[in-house]
């Protein structure tokens, strides 16, 4: 079985010689097994029938828009839904369950939100027939013997209400209708389930209570949105990606509002790239898998703990499918306090004070050391971009003074990036990042290091202005490590981005530090995140939106002891893998641990 795949927002017929067409050894022999139905200037269209899966079209393209895949022959009767000719395909479908929270894992473009679509009512799957789309009793009849028959069924004769927090929020503040309303009088005329005083403040929207739509920042709309989701009296709750733009407590808030939601009895799915809270919320565990805007193959539901460490693994045993080259374990398991004791001392900063008209921010002083990456934790609004950007040199402290030397007395260099991205810059990706890191960015290290771990090869020529906002993501944390410099500040290098490539990005940054023996300052709002690259912790506390202290570089076990400690929660350690996961709120080992004040166990 082959899919042919062709990106046709970016095919760019009238700049290239239609190498597709011209190397295809099909066509060389007589076939029209590529072609231009609507002229020379469209993208063409390959019969997927004819082609003989040689991929010519796929080497010579100088643009990189087409994939040719061959997948296993019985996949075909497992088609779920294709997007037109030579578009995305999706096999199976995960399937929920009455009274528990099915959480859907996997990277960006493999079809998640597809599947939400299709369970939610929204999207008719077509089985992968194009031309001839099935009615309702063909589909039934696809899936009958399955769990799904009956869903679909009650689909059909819409005896289901579906409620979906979509993954796109950002939209919201630009609806007429709703732009200049007060969130309380939106999510008034919402509740229908009378949960939206309990809501109120579990959310924590008492502050914004009267604020309009337009005026509400990313994770002001976000918990709006979960909360206009949950307060409406539905029997299948879809939760696509409720954590974006949120910090670690807010997360912890949402995964609570919607564990409630299945403890009554809801059917709920969850897409999350943040696994910490999708093990925190999820009963089953279903991985998306495949080619991102090729095709993706859903995988048979396990339980949450098996389910994760089967994606961190990479090999799904039941199935006997290897989808990753590589496993990915945690390094908290052998975690030592002293790591960096005898390591020398990069960069000393001093007690620093920065004011503003309605905030505050306390520095304490501290020293890094080469090699040495320090994650940074704390609620948004607490302080921590400024932080960043007085390391950075943007803004100047009113106390204290910026570093502008190493601890051996050279030029401090720094490079930085920023929390939110321009996406002006006129020219590729390819000029961008020379213009960064000049002829660095041409060397086989960084090629290898940064530019394929970040998967940008197949981005190279493409326009920045085109990215979208992950790829835009990726391609300015590869500025930044193109530049030459002794400290890296990365502000939320996480966020847009899958969790491949987090971790694809988390392991560039680690080895572009200690192979060059320069340091790194990260600030990150996901747990598994922070532990997976930090080696060690600034920890904010304080009272968002007005006061912020920022404490001195400390330990890994010490910073996140420090941090989780004023959210009341517990972490114990996977025995398999190492990730942290979280306890249960008053179980027996989050009161042992409380006890013993050890909120984030390192393990023996």
Partial sequence: MRISVIDRERCRPTDCNHECRRFCPRVRTGDETVIFPDGPDKP????????????????????????????????????????????????RMPI?????????????????????QILAGELKPNLGRIDDP????????????????????????????????????????????????PIHELLESADSSGRLNELKTTMNLTDIWERPIKFLSGGELQRVAITAAIIREGDVYFFDEPTAYLDVRERLRVGRAIRELSEMGKTVVVVEHDLSILDYVSDLICMFYGDPGVY???????????????FLDGY?????????????????????????????????????????????LEVQGGSVKKGQIVGILGPNGIGKTTFVKMLAGILEPDVGEVPTQTATGFELKVSYKPQYIEQNYPGTVRMYLREAGGNNVDTADFKTTVI??????????????????????????????????????????????????????????????????RTAFVVEHSILMADYLSDSMVVFDGIPGKKGRASQVMTLRKGMNAFLSQMGVTFRRDPQT???????????????????????YVGK
């Fill in 44 to 91: 063409p269209i390959i019969v997927e029938e004819l082609c003989s899966g040689a991929a010519m079209c796929v080497k010579k393209c100088p643009f990189h828009v087409i994939t040719v895949v061959n997948l296993p022959e019985k996949l075909k009767s497992d088609g779920t839904h294709r997007f037109g000719v030579n578009g995305f395909e999706l096999f």
């Fill in 96 to 116: 929920p369950k009455e009274g528990k929270v099915l959480g859907l894992i996997g990277p960006n473009g493999v079809g998640k939100t597809t599947a939400i």
């Fill in 452 to 517: 394929r771990r970040l998967g940008l090869e197949h981005l190279i020529d493409h326009g920045v202005a085109d990215l979208s906002g992950g790829e835009l993501q990726r391609a300015a944390i590869a500025a930044c490590l193109a530049r030459d410099a002794d400290i890296y500040l990365l502000d939320e290098p996480s966020a847009f981005l899958d969790i491949e490539q987090r971790l694809a990005s988390s392991r560039a940054i680690r080895k572009l530090v200690q192979d060059k023996l």
């Fill in 316 to 360: 799904i045993p039941d199935e006997n499918m290897r989808f990753r080259d590589t496993s990915i374990s945690f390094k908290g398991m052998t975690a030592q306090d002293n790591e960096f004791a005898g390591a020398k001392t990069l960069l000393e900063y001093q007690d620093m004070k920065k004011q503003f008209e309605d905030f505050e």
């Fill in 134 to 181: 099935p009615d309702w009793d063909e589909i039934i009849l696809q899936y009958r013997g399955s769990e799904l028959q009956p869903f679909f069924e009650k689909i059909r004769s819409n005896e289901i209400t579906p409620i979906h927090k979509p993954q796109t929020i950002t939209e919201l503040p630009k609806m007429e209708s709703i732009a200049d309303k």
């Fill in 296 to 310: 993706g193959i859903v995988s048979h539901p396990h339980g949450t703990r098996v389910g994760i460490n089967i």
């Fill in 578 to 600: 190492g990730r942290p996961r979280v306890n249960k709120e008053g179980s027996q080992l989050d009161q042992q641990q409380k006890a013993a004040n050890e909120y984030y």
